[in-house]
């Protein structure tokens, strides 16, 4: 698959026009506004991967670390064909503001490999997972930057990792890496943290709007880990009906709602949501635009734009994708009283308990499930609020208050630290 140029362009002059936005308003210095418009470092290595019919394959991979103004630069991996370095560059960004708006202790940064993970055996994925982490190894550590899974990367995928890293160290280095699975490391409740933090946010937004959720209608877009355990744990926990889902290779659409076990066991065997028995296929399009109370773009970003924004009928978008709306659909939505729960608080429960697992390495003491979902809301309702005052006090949408929330914490950082 080709790189698609348009995305490239996308996502990187988004997160600069929203860097740009918030900027403007909070009236940032010029120096601290260069520092941030920019990744700190960037690596871009190349891997040679022996495949399974004995040749060898060479694929391109890049690091980009964006700021570690307050903390070791974090964030996760992708192993996509789409990848670009415009992409990762944006999504390093957009982790400096996560982990701000969370207030963790955490920079960020992004990671990615140019590969169709689906074409290669776990033969493979284990040599090409093994090969980035010794190409990248200098640049990692738990002081460093603690890499974790994404977009097509898996805790299996992290353990390979860890494991590489710990061969070349001498030692056992769980904690450079978190979404591990629990045997080496992992935190309970990582697995369902992405989905879960977003799920505390639709309540609070719900009890902000008045808006009673409980056999309401949401839709679904994108059916990897943060996708499908939105679908388990919004009629687990919210009471929605989810009547459309969709993955890479179909949307499946069903008035009366999905159940989630049944449409992650149709997944599981033939490896899409299409072709649930009883469900109506639709398009993408169709899904984005459908009649719901809770929209989850759940996939990649830009698939809200100028050209579909005014099409939405969802009251409250929950962004468990990063980048999903571009800032021209923001405008529209914005007038429109679409409420949005922006991606940088929305899917910020991923890289919170990923947080935690790297202060339980550190300690080399486990909590249970109970604790780290107890620890996840308190952090979730925090900032949530954070976002909100701001945006009330600035009268701008969730977005652009939480950039300036999360803005004004790196900007103070690099400040006392000297470096402006
Ligand atoms: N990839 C996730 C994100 O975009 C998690 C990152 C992490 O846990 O470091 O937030």
Redesign the pocket.
């Known amino acids: 698959m080709k790189p698609n140029p348009q995305t490239e362009e996308l996502s990187y002059s988004t997160s600069q026009k929203q860097l740009d936005e918030a900027a403007a308003i909070i009236k940032l210095d010029p120096v601290a506004y260069e520092l941030l418009r920019r990744p700190m470092r960037e690596l871009h290595v190349t891997l040679a991967v022996k495949m399974d019919n004995g040749s060898t394959k060479i694929f391109q991979g890049f690091r980009v670390q964006h700021n570690n103004a307050r903390g070791p630069n ?3 991996i992708r192993f996509h064909p789409n990848e670009t370095i415009d992409t990762i560059r944006a999504l390093a960004s957009w ?1 400096t503001w ?1 982990t701000s708006v969370m207030d963790i202790p955490l920079g960020g940064a992004k990671g990615g490999v140019i590969c169709d993970p689906k074409t290669l055996s776990p033969g493979e994925l284990e040599r090409l997972s093994r090969a980035y982490i010794r190409q990248t190894a200098s640049f990692l550590g738990t002081e460093k930057d603690i890499p ?3 977009v097509y990367t898996t805790p299996q995928i992290m353990a390979w990792m860890a494991d590489e890293y710990s061969i070349m160290q001498g030692n056992n280095k769980f904690g450079v890496i ?2 591990k699975p629990l045997a080496l490391g992992g935190s309970a409740g990582r697995s369902d943290a992405t989905a879960r933090g977003g799920i505390y946010c639709i309540r609070e937004a719900a009890l902000t709007l008045g808006i009673n959720l409980t056999e309401s209608r949401a839709a679904i877009q994108g059916y990897g880990n943060a996708g499908s355990y939105a679908h388990k744990l919004a009629v687990e926990l919210l009471g929605l009906k989810v009547i459309a889902v969709s993955d890479s290779k179909g949307c499946i659409y069903h008035p009366e709602g999905l159940s989630y076990e049944k449409v992650m066991a149709h997944k599981k065997k033939t490896g899409s949501v299409a072709g649930f028995p009883s469900a109506i296929a639709i398009s993408d399009k169709e899904l984005l635009e459908l009649d719901v109370a809770v929209l989850f773009p759940a996939a990649l970003d830009s698939v809200i734009t100028d050209a579909n924004a005014m099409n939405i009928k969802a009251k409250i978008i929950a962004e468990l994708a ?1 980048g999903p709306t571009t800032p021209e659909a923001d405008t529209v939505l914005y007038n429109n009283g679409v409420y949005i729960i922006p991606d940088l608080l929305c ?2 429960g ?2 919170t308990v ?1 947080y935690f697992e790297m202060v339980q390495n550190a300690y080399g003491y486990y909590w249970s499930e109970d604790e780290v979902q107890e620890r996840l809301e308190k952090k979730m309702k925090t900032a949530f609020f954070a976002v909100e005052q701001k945006a009330r006090s600035y009268n701008v949408h969730n977005r652009l208050a939480a950039y300036i929330v999360a803005v004004e914490r790196v900007a103070d950082a690099m400040k006392l630290r000297g470096w402006y």
């Open positions: 974090k964030g996760g982790m996560k974790a899974p994404d978190t979404g990063n899917n910020a991923g890289v990923s």
